[in-house]
C-alpha cells in the first residue's frame, strides 16, 4: 500500500487524531493526580482514539479491497487493535464508574465505512491522489509524478501492470510493472 500519493488531507486527519491515542495515557500519570477534570480528559481521549481508530480502520480497509489485497496483515492488525480498544477501553472507563458500550467502536466505523465505499471504492479510490488521475479506460491511470510521469495500470498506487514511464530527463520505459518497480 502507497499511502504517500494519497492526498495530504488523509495525513493530516491521520496526524490530529494521533495525539489523543496519547492523552489518557498522559493524564494518568502521577503529576495530574490533582487535576479536576482527569477522569473526564482520560474519557474524552479514549472516546476520540477509538472513534478514529475505527474511521482510520474503515478506510484502510476500503483502501485494501479497492487495490484487491483484502486479506492481509495491515487488515488483520487494525482487527486486532479495534477488539483491544473495545476491551481495555470498557475496563478503564467502568473502573471510573462509567459505562461503555461496543457501539462507540462499530457505529462509527459502520458509518465512516458506507461513507468511504461509496466515494472511494474501487476505481473511485485514485480521487485521492493530487498525482494519479482515471482515464476512459478504467484500467488505465495517469500519474504525474516528481520525477517522470506514468500512464499505465496501478494498484493499491503502485504501478503494477502494462505502462509506460516518462522521466523528466526524457529516458522512458514501456512494458510490464509489479507493485512499482519495472520488469525487465
Known sequence: MNLALVDPIIKYLFFTWLPFLFLSEIFSLKIFKDFKFKDNVIIFGFIVTVIGYGILSSFIIIFLSSAGLIFNYDLLFNSFII??????????????????????????????????????????????????????????????????????????FKRHGQGKYTWNSGKTYSGEWKNGKKLK
Open 83 to 156: 477488539l483491544y480498544f473495545i476491551y481495555v477501553g470498557r475496563l478503564s472507563v467502568k473502573e471510573m464508574g462509567f459505562k461503555i458500550t461496543s457501539s462507540l467502536v462499530i457505529l462509527p466505523f459502520i458509518i465512516s465505512y458506507i461513507i468511504f465505499y461509496t466515494l472511494f471504492y474501487g476505481d473511485k479510490i485514485y480521487r485521492l491522489s493530487p498525482q494519479c488521475n482515471n482515464t476512459e479506460d478504467y484500467k488505465i491511470k495517469i500519474c504525474k509524478l516528481s520525477n517522470g510521469t506514468y500512464i499505465g495500470e496501478m494498484k493499491a
